[in-house]
C-alpha cells in the first residue's frame, strides 16, 4: 500500500488498483480529498499492473459531498472538474464503491466512475437544493443519463435520498455486493475479463422526456418551492440536460450554480446546515461525558400535547407508561394515538405490524405510582403552576433517584416548578411543539439547578426522536413564545392602527412563513385560555370570543370557513376591530406592507438580542434554529437574526426608534460596531 497524500491511499490488488478515500468524519471532498483522488487514479493509471480501477472509502460513507465549509473561501486545491476529468478520462475502467451515504458531490464522482457498486444499506442523493444549490459538478446532466427525466427531477429538487435497490432498479448503480472491497474488486476484474466497454455516462441519452413534463412538475410542486430560487434552478438544469447536448447543458448547470452560490438564499441555507448542528452542542459541556440510560418514558397527561409526545418515543421503540387522571380522559389519549397511527397506516406509510408494535410499547395508566421505574418522566398536565408543582411533589416521591423529571410548560418558571421537588437537579423543560409528533423542534429548558449529565441526557434523547434541539434558560416564553409574544403584539396593534388581519396575514405568508399571525389564532382556537365567566371585553380577543368566534373549530374567527376550509374574511371580525378603534379613540389610518413587515419582525429580533445578552440562548444560530423549526421562519431567509444581519442592524436600530420602540443595548452595540449577530453575512 503506497500513500498518495494523507487521506489518500493506493493498493495493487493483483491486477486491480485501489484508491481508498479515509478523511472523517464523511470524507466530504476537501482540497486534499479531490487532490488525493486525482493523483490516486493517476498512479493506477500509470502503474503497467494494473488493468481496472476501485475508488472506496474508509469509514462510515462514501463521500458525502463537497466540504460545505470549504465553500465562499479561496479556492485551493485541484477544481472537482479536473478530477472528475481525470477519472472518467481513464483508459482503465473505473469502478465506484459505496457504502454509506453518497451525497452531491459525492455521488457527482461516483457518476464519472465507468460503474458504480453499492452494499445494500448504501443511500443515493443530491441533496444540494437543500443547501440553496444545485449539483454542480455534472450532476443534473448526468444524473438524468442513467435515471431518466423523471426521477432526477425528483431527485434534485427534493433532495431525497434513495436506497441501494432503488438505484439498482433504476440503473444508477450497476450490482449489489455483499461484501464492498472484494466485491468491487470482482466486478472490475469481470469487466476486463469479458472485455466491457468503459461506459462513459455523459455520452448516454437522457430517457423518460415527455412534451410538457417539465412546467407539469413547476405547477404540481408550486407550493413545496414558494420562494425558494434554488428548487427552479435545478429544474432548469434538468430541462437542458433533456434538450441541449451534454456540454452545452454544462453550462448551463455551472451558469446557474454560480448564480445560486453567490446568493443569499444559498448563504442562508448553508448556515442554516450547520448552525442545526451546533445547537446541539452544548458551551462548556464535554461531548464525551457517560450520559444517563433513558430506557423507558413515563408521561403524565393523555391530552393535545401528551399523546403527541408519547408518539416521538413509541416510534422510537422506547416503551412509555401515560397516565391519566379519569379513565375517560385515558381512553381517549390513547384512542387518539392508535387513530394516528392507523392514519398513517391508510397512508402507505407505516404497516399494520408497525402500528401494532408501537401500541404494544404503551402501557396506560390511571396510578402515578406506575411511574417509580420511569427513566425520563415528562409532564403535559394544564399550564397551572399549583397544578404542575402538584405533581412534581408527588414524583418526587414517586420516581426513582437520578430519574430526569421533565416538565412541557409553554411558559411557566422551571425552577419554580423544580421546587415542588427535592432534586432541581433532576428537573427541566423538555418544550415540544404541536403537534408534537411532528414539529422537529425541541427547547430544552435549563434551570438554574439542572445537573449537565440531565441536559446532556435530554439533548441526546432528542436526537434520538429525531428532533432538532436548542437549549433555552428560564424566562417567560423561553426563546421562541418570548419572542412570538412581541409579533403578536405589534400584529394586534396594526390592525387597531389601520391594518386588516389579512394584510397582516398577507405581508407575512409573502415574507415565506406558511401563515400569517391572525391564521394562526384561527388555528389554534382564539378561545385558549379565554373564559365567558372572567371575559370582560377588553380586548380584541376578549369581543370575537365573546360573539361567539372560535376559529377554525366552529367555522369563525378572524376569518370565516367553509366546509372545505376555505377562508374569508370575516366581517364580523372586521366589525369588530373598527369597534374597538373607534371606541379607543384611534383614528386609522393606510398602513403599507413595509410598516407591516418591519413592525412585525424586528422586535422580535430585538428581543432575540435580549434573550441572547441574558444568556437565555447559547448562540445567536440557536435562535434561528428555533424559530426555523418551530414557527415556519422561510429556511431560505436563515431565522430572524441571519435575516436582521442581512439586512443590517443599523437599519433594524432605526428602525424601531421610527416606530418608538428602545434597541436592545446588544442590538445598539453591535450595529454600532458594524457587526451582526451571526457572524455569517
Ligand atoms: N461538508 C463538510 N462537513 C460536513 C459535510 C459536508 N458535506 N457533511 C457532514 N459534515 C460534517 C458535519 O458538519 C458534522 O460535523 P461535526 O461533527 O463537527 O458537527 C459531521 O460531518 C457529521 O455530520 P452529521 O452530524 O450530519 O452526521 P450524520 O451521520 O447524521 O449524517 C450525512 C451524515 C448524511 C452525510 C449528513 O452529514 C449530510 O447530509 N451531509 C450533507 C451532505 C450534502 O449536503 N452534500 C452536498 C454538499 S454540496 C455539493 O456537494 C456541491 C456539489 O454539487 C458541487
Ligand atoms: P390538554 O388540556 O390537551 O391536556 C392536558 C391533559 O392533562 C388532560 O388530558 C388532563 O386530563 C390531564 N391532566 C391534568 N391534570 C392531571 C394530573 N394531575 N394527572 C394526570 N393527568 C392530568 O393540554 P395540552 O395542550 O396538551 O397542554 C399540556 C401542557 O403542554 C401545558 O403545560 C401546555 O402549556 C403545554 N404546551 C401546549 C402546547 C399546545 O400547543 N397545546 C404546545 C407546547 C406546550
Same mark, same amino acid.
Given at each position: 500500500?503506497?500513500?498518495?497524500?494523507?487521506?489518500?491511499?493506493?493498493?495493487?490488488?493483483?491486477?486491480?488498483?485501489?484508491?481508498?478515500?479515509?478523511?472523517?468524519?464523511?470524507?466530504?471532498?476537501?482540497?486534499?480529498?479531490?487532490?488525493?483522488?486525482?493523483?490516486?487514479?493517476?498512479? @493506477?493509471?500509470?502503474?503497467?499492473?494494473?488493468?481496472?480501477?476501485?475508488?472506496?472509502?474508509?469509514?462510515? $460513507?462514501?463521500?458525502?459531498?463537497?466540504?460545505?465549509?470549504?465553500?465562499?473561501?479561496?479556492?485551493?486545491?485541484?477544481?472537482?472538474?479536473?478530477?472528475?476529468?481525470?477519472?472518467?478520462?481513464?483508459?482503465?475502467?473505473?469502478?465506484?464503491?459505496?457504502?454509506?451515504?453518497?451525497?452531491?458531490?459525492?455521488?457527482?464522482?461516483?457518476?464519472?466512475?465507468?460503474?458504480?457498486?453499492?452494499?445494500?444499506?448504501?443511500?443515493?442523493?443530491?441533496?444540494?437544493?437543500?443547501?440553496?444549490?444545485?449539483?454542480?459538478?455534472?450532476?443534473?446532466?448526468?444524473?438524468?443519463?442513467?435515471?431518466?427525466?423523471?426521477?432526477?427531477?425528483?431527485?434534485?429538487?427534493?433532495?431525497?435520498?434513495?436506497?441501494?435497490?432503488?438505484?439498482?432498479?433504476?440503473?444508477?448503480?450497476?450490482?449489489?455486493?455483499?461484501?464492498?472491497?472484494?466485491?468491487?474488486?470482482?466486478?472490475?476484474?469481470?469487466?476486463?475479463?469479458?472485455?466491457?466497454?468503459?461506459?462513459?455516462?455523459?455520452?448516454?441519452?437522457?430517457?423518460?422526456?415527455?412534451?410538457?413534463?417539465?412546467?407539469?412538475?413547476?405547477?404540481?410542486?408550486?407550493?413545496?418551492?414558494?420562494?425558494?430560487?434554488?428548487?427552479?434552478?435545478?429544474?432548469?438544469?434538468?430541462? @437542458?440536460?433533456?434538450?441541449?447536448?451534454?456540454?452545452?447543458?454544462?453550462?448551463?448547470?455551472?451558469?446557474?450554480?454560480?448564480?445560486?452560490?453567490?446568493?443569499?438564499?444559498?448563504?442562508?441555507?448553508?448556515?442554516?446546515?450547520? @448552525?442545526?448542528?451546533?445547537?446541539?452542542?452544548?458551551?462548556?459541556?464535554?461531548?464525551?461525558?457517560?450520559?444517563?440510560?433513558?430506557?423507558?418514558?413515563?408521561?403524565?397527561?393523555?391530552?393535545?400535547?401528551?399523546?403527541?409526545?408519547?408518539?416521538?418515543?413509541?416510534?422510537?421503540?422506547?416503551?412509555?407508561?401515560? /397516565?391519566?387522571?379519569?379513565?375517560?380522559?385515558?381512553?381517549?389519549?390513547?384512542?387518539?394515538?392508535?387513530?394516528?397511527?392507523?392514519?398513517?397506516?391508510?397512508?402507505?406509510?407505516?404497516?399494520?405490524?408497525?402500528?401494532?408494535?408501537?401500541?404494544?410499547?404503551?402501557?396506560?395508566?390511571?396510578?402515578?405510582?406506575?411511574?417509580?421505574?420511569?427513566?425520563?418522566? /415528562?409532564?403535559?398536565?394544564?399550564?397551572?403552576?399549583?397544578?404542575?408543582?402538584?405533581?412534581?411533589?408527588?414524583?418526587?416521591?414517586?420516581?426513582?433517584?437520578?430519574?430526569?423529571?421533565?416538565? +412541557?410548560?409553554?411558559?411557566?418558571?422551571?425552577?419554580?416548578?423544580? $421546587?415542588?421537588?427535592?432534586?432541581?437537579?433532576?428537573?427541566?423543560?423538555?418544550?415540544?411543539?404541536?403537534?408534537?409528533?411532528?414539529?422537529?423542534?425541541?427547547?430544552?429548558?435549563?434551570?438554574?439547578?439542572?445537573?449537565?449529565?440531565?441536559?446532556?441526557?435530554?439533548?441526546?434523547?432528542?436526537?434520538?426522536?429525531?428532533?432538532?434541539?436548542?437549549?433555552?434558560?428560564?424566562?417567560?416564553?423561553?426563546?421562541?413564545?418570548?419572542?412570538?409574544?412581541?409579533?403578536?403584539?405589534?400584529?394586534?396593534?396594526?390592525?387597531?392602527?389601520?391594518?386588516?388581519?389579512?394584510?397582516?396575514?398577507?405581508?407575512?405568508?409573502?415574507?415565506?412563513?406558511?401563515?400569517?399571525?391572525?391564521?394562526?389564532?384561527?388555528?389554534?382556537?382564539?378561545?385558549?385560555?379565554?373564559?365567558?365567566?372572567?371575559?370582560?371585553?377588553?380586548?380584541?380577543?376578549?369581543?370575537?370570543?365573546?360573539?361567539?368566534?372560535?376559529?377554525?373549530?366552529?367555522?369563525?374567527?378572524?376569518?370565516?370557513?367553509?366546509?372545505?376550509? +376555505?377562508?374569508?374574511?370575516?366581517?364580523?371580525?372586521?366589525?369588530?376591530?373598527?369597534?374597538?378603534?373607534?371606541?379607543?379613540?384611534?383614528?386609522?389610518?393606510?398602513?403599507?406592507?413595509?410598516?407591516?413587515?418591519?413592525?412585525?419582525?424586528?422586535?422580535?429580533?430585538?428581543?432575540?438580542?435580549?434573550?441572547?445578552?441574558?444568556?437565555?440562548?447559547?448562540?445567536?444560530?440557536?435562535?434561528?434554529?428555533?424559530?426555523?423549526?418551530?414557527?415556519?421562519?422561510?429556511?431560505?431567509?436563515?431565522?430572524?437574526?441571519?435575516?436582521?444581519?442581512?439586512?443590517?442592524?443599523?437599519?433594524?436600530?432605526?428602525?424601531?426608534?421610527?416606530?418608538?420602540?428602545?434597541?436592545?443595548?446588544?442590538?445598539?452595540?453591535?450595529?454600532?460596531?458594524?457587526?451582526?449577530?451571526?457572524?455569517?453575512?
Amino acid at each position: 500500500m503506497t500513500a498518495i497524500n494523507a487521506v489518500t491511499d493506493f493498493a495493487v490488488e493483483g491486477d486491480v488498483g485501489v484508491v481508498t478515500i479515509d478523511s472523517p468524519p464523511v470524507n466530504a471532498l476537501s482540497a486534499e480529498v479531490r487532490d488525493g483522488l486525482a493523483a490516486g487514479v493517476a498512479a @493506477a493509471v500509470a502503474d503497467p499492473a494494473v488493468t481496472a480501477i476501485v475508488l472506496i472509502c474508509a469509514g462510515r $460513507t462514501f463521500i458525502a459531498g463537497a466540504d460545505i465549509s470549504e465553500f465562499g473561501k479561496p479556492p485551493r486545491g485541484m477544481p472537482l472538474a479536473e478530477v472528475q476529468e481525470v477519472i472518467e478520462a481513464s483508459p482503465k475502467p473505473v469502478v465506484a464503491a459505496i457504502h454509506g451515504t453518497a451525497l452531491g458531490g459525492g455521488l457527482e464522482v461516483a457518476l464519472v466512475a465507468h460503474y458504480r457498486v453499492a452494499v445494500g444499506s448504501a443511500k443515493f442523493g443530491l441533496p444540494e437544493v437543500k443547501l440553496g444549490l444545485l449539483p454542480g459538478a455534472g450532476g443534473t446532466q448526468r444524473l438524468p443519463r442513467l435515471v431518466g427525466a423523471k426521477m432526477a427531477l425528483d431527485m434534485v429538487t427534493t433532495g431525497k435520498h434513495i436506497g441501494a435497490p432503488a438505484a439498482l432498479a433504476a440503473g444508477l448503480i450497476d450490482a449489489i455486493v455483499a461484501d464492498l472491497r472484494a466485491g468491487a474488486i470482482a466486478f472490475a476484474r469481470d469487466l476486463v475479463a469479458t472485455a466491457k466497454p468503459l461506459r462513459k455516462v455523459r455520452d448516454l441519452p437522457v430517457t423518460g422526456v415527455e412534451p410538457g413534463m417539465f412546467d407539469a412538475y413547476r405547477a404540481a410542486n408550486a407550493r413545496a418551492f414558494r420562494g425558494f430560487d434554488a428548487p427552479e434552478a435545478n429544474i432548469k438544469c434538468i430541462e @437542458a440536460a433533456a434538450t441541449l447536448p451534454f456540454d452545452e447543458g454544462m453550462a448551463v448547470e455551472r451558469r446557474l450554480f454560480m448564480g445560486l452560490m453567490t446568493g443569499l438564499q444559498s448563504k442562508a441555507q448553508r448556515y442554516v446546515f450547520f @448552525a442545526e448542528r451546533l445547537a446541539n452542542k452544548i458551551d462548556g459541556l464535554d461531548p464525551n461525558a457517560p450520559l444517563l440510560p433513558v430506557a423507558s418514558v413515563g408521561i403524565i397527561g393523555a391530552g393535545t400535547m401528551g399523546g403527541g409526545i408519547a408518539m416521538n418515543f413509541l416510534n422510537a421503540g422506547v416503551p412509555v407508561t401515560i /397516565i391519566e387522571m379519569k379513565a375517560e380522559a385515558l381512553d381517549r389519549g390513547v384512542a387518539t394515538i392508535r387513530r394516528n397511527y392507523e392514519n398513517t397506516a391508510a397512508k402507505g406509510r407505516m404497516t399494520a405490524e408497525d402500528v401494532a408494535a408501537r401500541m404494544a410499547l404503551l402501557t396506560p395508566s390511571l396510578d402515578l405510582d406506575s411511574l417509580s421505574a420511569a427513566d425520563l418522566i /415528562i409532564e403535559a398536565v394544564f399550564e397551572n403552576m399549583g397544578i404542575k408543582q402538584d405533581v412534581f411533589g408527588k414524583l418526587d416521591r414517586i420516581a426513582k433517584p437520578g430519574a430526569i423529571l421533565a416538565s +412541557n410548560t409553554s411558559y411557566l418558571d422551571v425552577d419554580e416548578i423544580a $421546587t415542588a421537588t427535592s432534586r432541581s437537579e433532576s428537573v427541566l423543560g423538555l418544550h415540544f411543539f404541536s403537534p408534537a409528533n411532528v414539529m422537529r423542534l425541541l427547547e430544552v429548558v435549563r434551570g438554574a439547578k439542572t445537573a449537565p449529565q440531565v441536559l446532556a441526557t435530554a439533548m441526546a434523547t432528542a436526537k434520538k426522536i429525531g428532533k432538532v434541539a436548542v437549549v433555552a434558560g428560564v424566562c417567560d416564553g423561553f426563546i421562541g413564545n418570548r419572542m412570538l409574544s412581541r409579533r403578536q403584539e405589534q400584529a394586534m396593534a396594526l390592525i387597531v392602527e389601520g391594518a386588516l388581519p389579512a394584510d397582516v396575514d398577507r405581508v407575512l405568508f409573502d415574507f415565506g412563513f406558511p401563515m400569517g399571525p391572525f391564521q394562526m389564532s384561527d388555528l389554534a382556537g382564539l378561545d385558549i385560555g379565554w373564559s365567558a365567566e372572567t371575559s370582560k371585553g377588553a380586548t380584541i380577543r376578549d369581543r370575537l370570543c365573546e360573539a361567539g368566534l372560535r376559529g377554525q373549530k366552529n367555522g369563525h374567527g378572524f376569518y370565516d370557513y367553509d366546509a372545505q376550509r +376555505n377562508r374569508t374574511p370575516s366581517p364580523v371580525a372586521e366589525k369588530i376591530i373598527l369597534d374597538y378603534a373607534a371606541e379607543k379613540g384611534v383614528n386609522r389610518r393606510p398602513i403599507d406592507d413595509a410598516e407591516i413587515l418591519e413592525r412585525c419582525l424586528y422586535p422580535m429580533v430585538n428581543e432575540g438580542a435580549k434573550i441572547l445578552a441574558e444568556g437565555v440562548a447559547q448562540r445567536a444560530s440557536d435562535i434561528d434554529i428555533v424559530w426555523l423549526n418551530g414557527y415556519g421562519w422561510p429556511v431560505y431567509r436563515g431565522g430572524p437574526m441571519f435575516w436582521a444581519d442581512s439586512v443590517g442592524l443599523a437599519t433594524v436600530a432605526d428602525r424601531l426608534t421610527h416606530y418608538g420602540i428602545e434597541p436592545a443595548p446588544l442590538l445598539t452595540k453591535l450595529a454600532a460596531e458594524g457587526k451582526g449577530f451571526t457572524g455569517a453575512v
